[in-house]
């Protein structure tokens, strides 16, 4: 046998391998359509949430809220597709997890900037640490975008083997 042949295996180490990439299979189905699931509920709760939007003297509130559920579901959905990539075989890229980082990174920036606005309309003074944070934040943004675009302008090989 050369370096590069593969060794043999016992049927025993066969039939393990068969057992655990069947129940890697399961579970990353299972997994799937909860997310899958997850997503229809908040897309759901999003389409019952329009109303609040239009009846409450809060827009600002009401229309975060909205943000927030549509950028939690637009997370699941590239996770799950992530998990489909996964269960047919293809290798794992990082461009959906830079993705979810990327929405991610929005959802909090929209978080903080509400609190921001809410703080600043009460005592007309913004704060220091969520400035901070915002800026740290926008960094991050830049490093995720610079990231995908790297990764879309020089893909990596198709086989790693």
């Known amino acids: 046998m050369t370096p590069l042949e593969p060794r043999r295996r016992s049927p025993i180490e066969e039939g393990a391998i068969r057992t655990l990439t069947w129940t890697e299979r399961v579970i990353l189905f299972a997994i799937g359509v909860l997310l899958f699931v997850g997503a229809l509920a908040l897309l759901v709760r999003v389409a019952t949430h329009m109303g609040a939007i239009f009846a ?3 827009v600002i509130d009401e229309t975060t809220v909205f943000l927030d559920l549509i950028l939690l579901t637009l997370m699941l959905v590239e996770l799950a597709y992530t ?15 830079l993705i979810v980082g990327l929405i991610a990174v929005i959802r909090r920036i929209l978080v903080i900037t509400v609190g921001h606005v809410q703080q ?13 944070e915002l800026a740290v934040l926008s960094g991050v943004i830049l490093a995720f975008v610079i990231s995908i675009v790297l990764l879309r302008r020089h893909p ?3 086989n790693l083997e």
């Open 56 to 58: 409450s003297a809060d």
């Open 120 to 132: 600043s309309n009460s005592t007309g003074a913004a704060s220091t640490q969520s400035l901070l």
């Open 156 to 158: 990596a090989a198709t």
């Open 83 to 97: 998990v489909m990539l996964s269960l047919r075989g293809v290798m794992l890229a990082a461009e959906p997890f």
